[in-house]
Each structure stands twice: as C-alpha cells, then as structure tokens.
C-alpha cells in the first residue's frame, strides 16, 4: 500500500538550518509529483512546496521562498526539503503526499498521507 514516512524535524533557534526527508513505498515513485505541506496548531494546513515526477517542475509558497529547497531521488523513493534560515513561524508538522499540479499550485492527489514529522522553531 501506499506509504509515506517524514522524519528530520526537531527543536532549532530562529536563523538554523535542518533537512527533511520523505520516503515513499506502495507505488511507482518515479510517476508521481510530490509535495510537502505543514500544519500549525489550530491552522490549516498550508502547502509548502512541491516537485513534478522528474524533478524539473517545483514551486515554492511565498513564504519559503528563497529559504526551503525541495528535491528528489527517484533511485531512493524519496523527497527532501532543505529548509535554511528557519522564523518560529514556520513551526508546524510537516507532510509529505502525492499532488496535481495546476496553476503554479498543487493539491493533494489522494489520502495517503505519513505521520509527518514535527519542526519547533524556537530560542
């Protein structure tokens, strides 16, 4: 079945750095556009960033642009997402699932989603 495990996240001060990882199973990897989403509590969930099924494709939300980087490794069913120069507002669990790209925006393809993995920005 199709499996999603996010891992990476922890406790950082404002300004640090972490990398997350999101490695899939169940499906044919290489097919599939991914993208990362967060969720603060009491928000709702908001995408992050996403990358077509061959890499060449990727959008970032306005808020980490220029700080999150999302990639793949087809050969290792995963996506990764650098995220540089990390603000408490960026505190939230964070997950990854398949999407549909439209309109420079992406929208969970289906409902399989991971446990996510949970990032605290915080002095």
């Known amino acids: 079945q199709v499996q999603f495990v996010e891992s990476g996240g922890g406790l950082v001060q404002p300004g640090g750095s972490l990398r997350l990882s999101c490695a899939a199973s169940?499906?044919?990897?290489?097919?599939?556009?991914i993208g990362w989403f967060r969720q603060a509590p009491g928000k709702e969930r908001e995408g992050v960033s996403c990358?077509?099924?061959?890499?060449?494709?990727?959008y970032y939300a306005d808020s980490v642009k220029g700080r999150f980087t999302i990639s793949r490794d087809n050969a290792k069913n995963t996506v990764y997402l650098q995220m540089n120069s990390l603000k408490p507002e960026d505190t939230a669990a964070y997950y990854c699932?398949?999407?549909?790209?439209?309109?420079?925006?992406?929208?969970?393809?289906?409902?399989?989603w991971g446990q996510g993995t949970q990032v605290t920005v915080s002095s």
């Open positions: 699932a398949r999407v549909k790209i439209y309109n420079r925006r992406w929208y969970p393809n289906d409902d399989y």
């Open positions: 169940g499906f044919t990897f290489d097919s599939y556009n």
């Open positions: 990358i077509s099924s061959s890499g060449s494709i990727i």
